[in-house]
T-cell receptor, first 109, second 113 residues
Framework: GQSLEQPSEVTAVEGAIVQINCTYQ??????LSWYQQHDGGAPTFLSY????GLEETGRFSSFLSRSDSYGYLLLQELQMKDSASYFC??????????FGDGTTLTVKP | DVKVTQSSRYLVKRTGEKVFLECVQD?????MFWYRQDPGLGLRLIYF???????EKGDIPEGYSVSREKKERFSLILESASTNQTSMYLC????????????FGPGTRLTVT
């Protein structure tokens, strides 16, 4: 089966940089996706890595190391509106996605 | 813009009732999913469907069934609701050629009393 680990909570101040890590164990690994979910809202897609390295999308970047079964989401120039839960999700060649339990990010002024 | 809609935002049902949760997407996506989300447990996959009339069990299918008679609609059925099925239910869809990106509906918060 699949398992993912990510920290349950992270706190940072406005303007700072925060990194949310995700380690996974899976068979048939295809790629790692990241989603953001605000309280009471639906998860929305942020970023995806299929190959090793860094993908940058504005203030958000995501990194993957397939050999280490590890990835992270990097959020720069934090804003209050970035307070949300962040989920990593492993995509497999069987077509399924397995989500981590989520990291609650609190941004303080 | 992809839109995924779910039939109810909040639902209260009694133990033993048959419950239907409906999901509709408007982007002609082949793949559709049902998850439940509980505090501290992330999103757990109940069932998914690659295409019309196709269905596959996810990680926690017990107590649930699904129906996909039309491409745009994916229904989740609780044959006999139980209190441990009280949860947030999220539907998602995706294009089969962009398998890494799912679009989620707003969710249905189901309470079984």
């Amino acid at each position: 089966g699949q398992s993912l680990e990510q920290p349950s909570e992270v706190t940072a101040v406005e303007g700072a940089i925060v990194q949310i890590n995700c380690t996974y164990q899976t068979s048939g690994f295809y790629g790692l996706s990241w989603y953001q979910q605000h309280d009471g809202g639906a998860p929305t897609f942020l970023s995806y890595n299929a190959l090793d390295g860094l993908e940058e999308t504005g203030r958000f970047s995501s990194f993957l190391s397939r050999s280490d079964s590890y990835g992270y989401l990097l959020l720069q120039e934090l804003q209050m509106k970035d307070s949300a839960s962040y989920f990593c999700a492993v995509n497999t060649n069987a077509g399924k996605s397995t989500f981590g339990d989520g990291t609650t990010l609190t941004v303080k002024p | 813009d992809v839109k995924v809609t779910q039939s109810s935002r909040y639902l209260v049902k009694r133990t033993g009732e048959k419950v239907f949760l409906e999901c509709v997407q408007d982007m002609d996506h082949e793949n559709m999913f049902w998850y439940r989300q509980d505090p501290g447990l992330g999103l757990r996959l109940i069932y998914f469907s690659y295409d019309v009339k196709m269905k596959e069990k996810g990680d926690i299918p017990e107590g649930y069934s699904v129906s996909r008679e039309k491409k745009e609609r994916f229904s989740l059925i609780l044959e006999s609701a139980s209190t441990n099925q009280t949860s947030m239910y999220l539907c998602a869809s995706r294009d089969r050629d962009r398998a890494y990106e799912q679009y989620f509906g707003p969710g249905t918060r189901l309470t079984v009393t």
